[in-house]
């Protein structure tokens, strides 16, 4: 198995915690998008996006962050990171889908890409609009994350699950991006390896 992953990424970590969770013999291609790796014939072939992470594992060819912890947990049943049972997986899919299309494209993403990505990728000054969206969104869907995990370790039910490293490996982002004015704080320990997701509270001005 080779992941092509950037590491200054957050969506990155969640990936990496997940193979060393895993204990996975997986070799690390780094892709360097300031330099423009991303836009590498090689590299275009495996992911026309021009985006990373991609996974290569046996000719199979896979895009998609929360697609790649899929693969990784479902290789790996009896971890139990991907559920069993029909109402779990739903609950899990869930989380994976809203860390997508809210958590990251609309607010935490989104932010991230107009402060630092947008200076490494070099398309551009910051748009004050955008930023400010992506601010009031986060307000709206960290108060969702709040709520789900208070009192709460896990996101799904009472164990460990990809939906953790998912939202987990992103949770880096708003602090490092929003800096004092938006600030969440959340007990992780992704980097060693396992994902813990514990009292999430948000501090907003
Ligand atoms: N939905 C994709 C998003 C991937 C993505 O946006 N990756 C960014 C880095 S965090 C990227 O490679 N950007 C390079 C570019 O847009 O040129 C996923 O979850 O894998």
Known sequence: MKLYLFPPSGRVLGIVALKNHL???CEVQPIDLGRGDQLSPQYLALNPNKKMPTLEDDGFVLWESNAILFYMAAKHPEEGLW????????????????ESAHWDAESCGMVAYEKSSKAVLGPGPRDPAFIAHGEQNFIRFAAVLNDTLRGKTWLVSERLAIADFSVGG???????????????????????????LNESSVVVP
């Open 170 to 196: 992103t949770l880096d982002y708003p602090s490092a991006i929003c800096g004092s004015k938006l600030v969440i704080k959340a007990t992780t320990s992704l980097r060693s390896g396992s994902a813990t």
């Open 23 to 25: 204990a996975l013999d």
């Open 83 to 98: 559920p069993s049972d029909l109402k779990g997986q739903a609950d899990v899919l869930r989380w994976l889908a809203w």
